[in-house]
Nanobody, 126 residues
Framework: QVQLVESGGGLVQAGGSLRLSCAAS????????MGWFRQAPGKEREFVAS????????TYADSVKGRFTISRDNAKNTVFLQMNSLKPEDTAVYYC???????????????????WGQGTRVTVSS
């Protein structure tokens, strides 16, 4: 069973940057799409970004487009989320997740993601 461990969260001022990492165990990482989601206090978990298994395609939520970049290193079983121009409304716990179906394009469907990390907290102060 795959394990996902996020890191890189923290406190940052508005306009600043953070880079989140998600390290995955197991042999299926390189054949699986990966995604980042977030959940703010009192709100439902929402899609942020996803990347297909090969890294050849990505998709983003409109709220982060142009500010966040998802990437992956299949040799290191790691997916990243570079977050620039952070806003207070980006404050949330960020989760990485693995697509349950191999060799698919990027998706925003939360139902496709069957394995989740424990989350890393990002706080953006104004």
């Amino acid at each position: 069973q795959v394990q996902l461990v996020e890191s890189g969260g923290g406190l940052v001022q508005a306009g600043g940057s953070l880079r989140l990492s998600c390290a995955a165990s197991g042999r299926t990482f390189s054949t699986s799409g990966m995604g980042w989601f977030r959940q703010a206090p009192g709100k439902e978990r929402e899609f942020v970004a996803s990347i297909m298994w090969s890294g050849g395609g990505t998709t983003y939520a409109d709220s982060v487009k142009g500010r966040f970049t998802i990437s992956r290193d299949n040799a290191k079983n790691t997916v990243f989320l570079q977050m620039n121009s952070l806003k207070p409304e980006d404050t949330a716990v960020y989760y990485c997740a693995k697509d349950s179906i191999p060799f698919q394009g990027p998706t925003s469907l939360i139902s496709r993601f069957g394995s989740w990390g424990q989350g890393t907290r990002v706080t953006v102060s104004s």
